[in-house]
Nanobody, 121 residues
């Protein structure tokens, strides 16, 4: 079984910073892309940032220059450093990863449970 567990969300004032972490655990052979999505109430999840095993990254326009995604392959962990936070960044943030399982080498997409980020004005 494979799990993604996020941490690091919380309440911060506008202009502040937060760092989200997501650890993948379980029977893992390899991890391809790892990313962060966010979701507003009543809306679909939208991509915030993604990082591939090669190290190539991609960001949504509205976070480029403020957020930085990184990963630690040895720890199966992806991070999202969020700086200059704005009230409109308030959302539930979800970790997402394409993981190849050790037991059968099946590649599947996984989601974490989500972590709330609230930015006060």
């Amino acid at each position: 079984q494979v799990q993604l567990v996020e941490s690091g969300g919380g309440l911060v004032q506008a202009g502040g910073s937060l760092r989200l972490s997501c650890v993948a655990s379980g029977s893992i052979f390899s991890i391809n892309g790892m990313g962060w999505y966010r979701q507003y109430p009543g809306n679909q999840r939208e991509l915030v940032a993604i990082i591939y095993r090669s190290g190539i990254t991609n960001y949504a326009d509205y976070v480029r220059g403020r957020f930085t995604i990184s990963r630690d392959g040895a720890k199966n962990t992806v991070y999202l450093q969020m700086n200059s936070l704005k009230p409109e960044d308030t959302a539930v943030y979800y970790c997402n990863a394409d993981i190849q399982r050790l037991i059968d080498f099946r590649l599947s997409n996984y989601w974490g449970q989500g972590t709330q980020v609230t930015v006060s004005s």
